[in-house]
């Protein structure tokens, strides 16, 4: 047996008390050390108002924009701005038109995007594209594919 169980448990607490205001040094020198920027000046933002949004847009970029498209008549619609370089006709309303409009290099057109400022692309054939003012609206423009030269 131990003739003197007291100093080992002073010596425990001891220990523990110094450990204990170690940790409790250590924590107040770094969240001393942590220094909290003032706040600086404010800056108001000066803003003139709601940012404008054209529906039409906000239509074709969520893929509709039909509904609301303008309608060109073909009075509008000058032939001369659009040429049709080439056509990829599926089954089904699908494919896709090589278009130039206005001299620009010619770009794929799906069915149903827009092509220029009024006009959508409403079908296309074998060797041609129907243009409009919507899917549904009557054709205001058929474009076709030049001759093939003679073999």
Do not use: C
Request: charged residues 10%.
């Amino acid at each position: 047996m131990q003739a003197y169980p007291h100093p080992l448990w002073s010596l425990r607490i001891t220990t523990f008390a110094l450990a204990a205001l170690a940790a409790a040094s250590a924590a107040y020198w770094v969240l001393n050390g942590v220094v909290v920027a003032p706040p600086g000046p404010v800056v108001a933002l000066a803003m003139s108002g709601p940012p404008q949004v054209d529906p039409q847009a906000v239509a074709r970029l969520l893929g509709g924009g039909g509904a609301g498209a303008k309608a060109a008549s073909p009075a509008q619609v000058a032939p001369s701005r659009y040429a049709l370089t080439g056509v990829v006709a599926g089954s089904s309303q699908r494919g896709y038109a090589l278009i130039s409009v206005d001299g620009q290099p010619a770009r794929p057109f799906r069915v149903g995007s827009p092509v220029g400022d009024a006009l959508v692309l409403q079908a296309v054939s074998a060797r041609s594209a129907v243009l409009g003012a919507t899917r549904e609206a009557p054709a205001a423009l058929t474009l076709d594919l030049p001759p093939l030269a003679p073999r």
